[in-house]
């Protein structure tokens, strides 16, 4: 399988040469990113049912300090049963990518790898704090986390990023289409009553509808999925010892 990792310094040292010639073809410096979601969006696989083979479930989060231009990023790994932290990995880092609306993942993908290199147990599913096909390009962090890693992976985002949708009713596990273009893009979730939805979507190697019922069995008491939640937590806690 071939990586879509791309050489983040020579990009850096490229593009402070455009700049200082007085280039501004921002277009032009970003076609390598936009090429590797093309690439990424040809591999994703939108259907499998893995909940048979999951046992442990990576939540994934990223925090930054833009001041001191570093990225903290974390990995809760929970009990696919008892839903009960068992590991959990931090990287912390420099920012090595700019802030640019459709190309967050590869601001975020560099430091949650070398968060995956320090873990013991390596998670069956990954649910991220985020997009997966509900994105412009058709590629969020879930896509792009789970090509890169080969592990099913979900997106469930707490706002829309792209897409219309109906409101879902208001009772636990009432959902609705998100379409952008006229395509299901994901789904809208309720995943508590009277609680404001989630929007899951497909990352990798797992259909949409399977994708829903990860997130509604991960979140028994609270809108957001307990992978989502212990790896917020985790990130926020080293962030106030950090800075």
Known sequence: MKKNTFD????????????QEGVKKEELELEPFFNIQEDIKKQILTEGDPSSEVKFIAGVDVAYNEVAQR?????????????????TAICEDRICFPYIPGLFSFREIPPILKAFEKLRIQPDLIVCDGQGMAHPKGVGMACHLGIELQIPSI????????GEFEAPGEER?????????GQEVGKVVRTQTEVKPVFVSVGHMISLETACQWVLRLSPNYRLPETTRAADHLVNQTMKQLF
């Open 173 to 181: 596990g009432a959902s609705t289409p998100l379409l952008f273009e």
């Open 155 to 162: 997106g469930c985002a707490k706002s829309r990023l792209i």
């Open 71 to 87: 990225v903290v990023a974390g990995l809760a790994i929970l009990d696919a049963i008892t839903l009960e932290c068992v590991e």
């Open 8 to 19: 983040y310094q020579k990009w850096q040292n490229e593009r402070k040469y455009f700049q």
